[in-house]
């Protein structure tokens, strides 16, 4: 694990790959209460196709060290955090990919500064008016506040609790426990990762986002959509009303697959990242 240091805070990622590659390097942004291990079969399979990716643990809920108090955690305010992470690797023409939580904050790193992303792949995501979509949006109005979030975190210390639909049980079709028990220990044990995740909480506007949607079109770069057919959250339709916002975007549907493409189909969307680089623009 490495780490780099921003004026937000400490960003703590994972690097993996050729550090000399040809390729554009590819930067994961996950779903709030994740970390960037959610990437990491999908990171491995490109990295044996000779693309380095890099892969945070974003401040929204299970990364290591709390920001500082003063960090800006309205979704914009993150979406500079990516920026400057980017510009504090010096790493330039980047596949961004974003999924869930980790989609809404591409698109506002889309409409804040696109002059380090070469590309966009998006796989089930927050999208329009839809941030959170039901069930979540009562999930995530139970967490508002660092005592609630601590209380109504603590079923999730059961697996049973933890991997059923009231848990995270509807984003995947097989989850492991370590790693969801990973994206839940930083929120329960560390006052300041709640005072985080709260604070991005309260500062997620729909008819913000939607707003963003507008401007999706004036993106100049190459997107695809690579989306789990099988989501009842982040439905198909979402998928394609995201598509037609860019209006220049690829639509791949990925049946049986749910929220987590990456951990439902991570062969399928290593391979559209990977033949995604190596399509000339």
Known sequence: MSTVDLPSGTIHYRAVGPEESAQPPVVFVHAFLMGGAVWSRVADLLAERGIRSFAPDWPLGAHPAPLHPDADQTPRGVARQILTFLEAL?????TLVGSDTGGALVQYVLDTDASRVGRVVLTNCDAFDTFPPFPFSVFFALLKGPRRMKINLLPMRSRAFRHSPLGFGMLANDLDADLTRSWIEPALTRPGIRDDAVRLLRAIDPQDLLDVSTRLKDYPGPVRIVWGGADRAFTPDLGRRLQRAFGHAELIEVPGARTLVQLDAP???????????????
């Not at 010096?90 to 980047?94: E, Q, S």
């Open 267 to 281: 062969d399928l969307l290593a391979e559209q990242i990977a033949d995604f680089e190596t399509t000339p623009r």
């Open 90 to 94: 010096d790493l330039d023409d980047v």
